[in-house]
T-cell receptor, first 112, second 114 residues
């Protein structure tokens, strides 16, 4: 019972922006959108999260549609080190049910 | 801060053997959890804890036990290892149960059961 849907894979050229889409049409009002990535069998790494406003940090930007049914993670200038599996996760705001549930994610390949 | 540490990094067991995977965090995080990741798959939650003395099951708890006697440590026990438990195991922690807190992951333990 997946709560998010992501393409299986995508690629982009080094130095270009990578736009990773995610659908979460059944998101609840108290659920945040989180993005994690996993580089070559390392432990997952937090990237960014948001509720309804667009967010930006030193790693990426998160654009959430007004109806909150989809979002896009943007890596503004992708590098070879950004090659990884990216997970989009929706998660309740509080409580023991606020655990992370991972899908299969999207594999991003950055080419030279 | 060392963050989340896991030992051992690699382990080979024979069917029926028992062992404990260790996980520790030095960030005073309340919430800790264990995941397993099979080849080509996402992470699946095994057990989690919202604080010392409190544990609960995730989506794949069978064959694993946990306890949380201290805030820092959250060991995962395999009572009788089976080949189906061959996987990479990740421990994670975060502060409190607020949904805004990011989760920190350890480097993983690669377990093979023959």
């Amino acid at each position: 019972d997946a709560k998010t849907t992501q393409p299986t894979s995508m690629d982009c050229a080094e130095g270009r922006a990578a736009n990773l889409p995610c659908n979460h049409s059944t998101i609840s009002g108290n659920e945040y959108v989180y993005w994690y990535r996993q580089i070559h069998s390392q432990g997952p790494q937090y990237i960014i999260h948001g509720l309804k406003n667009n967010e930006t940090n030193e790693m990426a930007s998160l654009i959430i549609t007004e109806d909150r049914k989809s979002s896009t993670l943007i890596l503004p200038h992708a590098t070879l080190r950004d090659t990884a599996v990216y997970y989009c996760i929706v998660r309740p705001l509080t409580g023991a049910n606020s655990k992370l549930t991972f899908g299969k994610g999207i594999t991003l390949s950055v080419r030279p | 801060n060392a963050g989340v540490t896991q030992t051992p990094k690699f382990q080979v067991l024979k069917t029926g053997q028992s062992m404990t995977l260790q996980c520790a965090q030095d960030m005073n995080h309340e919430y800790m959890s264990w995941y397993r990741q099979d080849p080509g798959m996402g992470l699946r939650l095994i057990h989690y804890s919202v604080g010392a003395g409190i544990t609960d099951q995730g989506e794949v708890p069978n064959g694993y036990n946990v306890s949380r006697s201290t805030t820092e440590d959250f060991p995962l026990r395999l009572l009788s290892a089976a080949p189906s438990q061959t996987s990479v195991y990740f421990c994670a922690s975060r502060a409190g149960t607020s949904g805004t807190n990011e989760q920190y992951f350890g480097p993983g333990t690669r377990l093979t059961v023959t």
